[in-house]
Nanobody, 127 residues
Framework: QVQLVESGGRLVQAGDSLRLSCTASGRGGSSNIMAWFRQAPGKERTFVAALNRETGSEYYADSVKGRFTISRDNGKNTVYLQMSVLKPEDTALYFC????????????????????WGQGTQVTVSS
């Protein structure tokens, strides 16, 4: 069974940069669509960024375009989220998610389509 493990979250100041990692381990097929979602206290889990591991195509929420970059290292089964110019509103629990479909679809912007999730890593941005 494949598991996703996120790491890298911590307390930072506004304007700082931070890189999150998501590593897949265990037996089973790999997820081709890998995504990052985030959830602030009392709010819904929202899309941040996604990557098609086969094509390298990237997708971003408007709120993070130009500040966040998703990338992968297929040899390490790891997906990264490089975050820069962090803002207090970026504070949330960040989750990594995976889906085996080969093509990114519109519903990949929503959490319900993903069948594999990590436990989350907390990012807190102080003002």
């Amino acid at each position: 069974q494949v598991q996703l493990v996120e790491s890298g979250g911590r307390l930072v100041q506004a304007g700082d940069s931070l890189r999150l990692s998501c590593t897949a381990s265990g037996r089973g097929g790999s997820s081709n669509i890998m995504a990052w979602f985030r959830q602030a206290p009392g709010k819904e889990r929202t899309f941040v960024a996604a990557l098609n591991r086969e094509t390298g195509s990237e997708y971003y929420a408007d709120s993070v375009k130009g500040r966040f970059t998703i990338s992968r290292d297929n040899g390490k089964n790891t997906v990264y989220l490089q975050m820069s110019v962090l803002k207090p509103e970026d504070t949330a629990l960040y989750f990594c998610a995976g889906d085996e479909k080969r093509t990114f679809r519109y519903d990949h912007f929503t959490a319900g389509v993903y069948n594999l999730w990590g436990q989350g890593t907390q990012v807190t941005v102080s003002s």
